[in-house]
């Protein structure tokens, strides 16, 4: 019974702790009120110029309920969809879009909406079995990334291979050739010596054939090479050029009329 009594205080003082902040709030005058507001918008928009998403998005929400301003709720709606807060985003940007007036843009923030609210409503519906089968999937093309990186040092590789076979072929004909010319002596030649003839000029025109097919080869794996290093490099300007993006300027502007 003891138990039982403690557990009921407890819980009581933890409702009464719970409501002190509403019912400090309920007890100010429209002034004070104003003057929290205000200050909690100055927290919110120094947190949000810093990247603090996650802490401005509390302190705009904080502001709001206090004063219940249209272009807080803009506010809101930003500093929750950079924090990946898709719920509250798209809430604030519902409710900007129902209380404020004299929109510009008020076109693309509905498209906006309705692609925020499809992004929700498809990240629900998702199961685990799909994750899964996304992450099997992603596997194969990452291994057909790879075949297609390594394919200028495989067709490279082969040209190497081919350029040697042409030389020692090359070199089997000149040895030949000097063999048939030890069958002519005083300009007379034997009748071995059209037989080695033939097979000089046989292995000759193999060992040239892989010596061209090699040059080709080999120019066509440098082509592939210097065509695959640009797409690094270009990704590499991107990621500079994100990276090189910091402040405000990177940000989609704040609401500033308290």
């Known amino acids: 019974m003891l138990t039982r009594s403690a557990l009921i205080f407890c819980l009581i003082c933890g409702v009464l702790d ?4 509403f019912a400090g709030a309920q007890g100010m005058n429209q002034q004070e009120r104003e003057d ?28 709001y309920r206090l004063s219940p301003k249209s272009s807080m709720l803009y506010n809101l709606f930003l500093a929750a969809r950079k ?23 008020r076109q693309s923030l509905e498209t906006e ?36 990186d390594t394919t200028p040092y495989i067709i490279g590789g082969v040209s190497i291979a081919l350029l040697l076979t042409g030389a020692v072929a090359t070199g089997i004909a000149l040895s030949q050739k000097a063999d048939a010319d030890s069958y002519c ?25 892989f010596l061209i097919t090699s040059v080709v080869g080999l120019g066509i794996a440098t082509l592939l090479a210097l065509s695959s290093d640009d797409e690094p490099e270009l990704s590499t300007k991107q990621n500079q050029q994100q990276a090189n993006c910091s402040g405000v300027s990177c940000l989609r502007r704040l609401h500033f009329n308290f």
């Open 83 to 105: 924090a990946d807060r898709k719920q509250q985003a798209a809430a604030a940007l519902k409710r900007f879009l129902k209380e404020g007036k004299d929109i510009q843009n």
């Open 185 to 209: 002596s005083d300009g007379l030649c034997q009748s071995a010596y059209q037989g080695a003839i033939d097979r000089y000029e046989s292995n000759l025109a193999l060992g040239l054939g």
């Open 113 to 148: 909406l309705a692609d925020l609210e499809q992004e929700i409503s498809q990240s629900e519906s998702a199961h685990q079995p799909v994750l899964q089968s996304s992450s099997t999937q992603a596997e194969p093309s990452q291994f057909i990334a790879t075949e297609t």
């Open 18 to 21: 719970l409501a002190r902040p």
């Open 36 to 63: 929290l507001a205000k200050e909690h918008f100055y927290i919110g928009t120094g947190l949000y110029n810093g990247h603090r998403f996650a802490e401005a998005a509390e302190h705009f929400d904080k502001s």
